[in-house]
Nanobody
Framework: VQLQACGGGLVQAGGSLTLSCAASGIIGRANAMGWYRQAPGTQRDLVAAISTGGRTNYADSVKGRFTISRDNAKNTVYLQMNSLKPEDTAVYYC?????????WGQGTLVTVSS
């Protein structure tokens, strides 16, 4: 299974970015999909997750600003990020759960300038 994430980049505070992550190399639908992020010197933390049925879960720090969605037919997960803040700067990693296994993307860097 391969997860290909894209959409990161440099944006000014208050701006928006959309990340996407497509899973390939497997037949069937992913269970949970989502995003973690890791800033330098910190641990990797959950940003948002979404179940097959569309149930979502967000970190408190991004509630009201970020929206996670998915296309089950494409095994693709998206993260719409609005009102970005410098503290959102991190490498964002997508993941997908198939059966009992978690698979991770390679990470995409999001930099928010003040």
């Amino acid at each position: 299974v391969q997860l290909q994430a894209c959409g990161g980049g440099l944006v000014q505070a208050g701006g928006s970015l959309t990340l996407s992550c497509a899973a390939s190399g497997i037949i069937g639908r992913a269970n949970a999909m989502g995003w973690y992020r890791q800033a330098p010197g910190t641990q990797r933390d959950l940003v948002a997750a979404i179940s097959t049925g569309g149930r979502t879960n967000y970190a408190d720090s991004v509630k009201g600003r970020f929206t996670i969605s998915r296309d089950n037919a494409k095994n693709t997960v998206y993260l719409q990020m609005n009102s970005l803040k410098p503290e959102d700067t991190a490498v964002y990693y997508c993941y997908a759960t198939f059966g009992r296994f978690d698979y991770w993307g390679q990470g995409t860097l999001v930099t928010v300038s003040s």
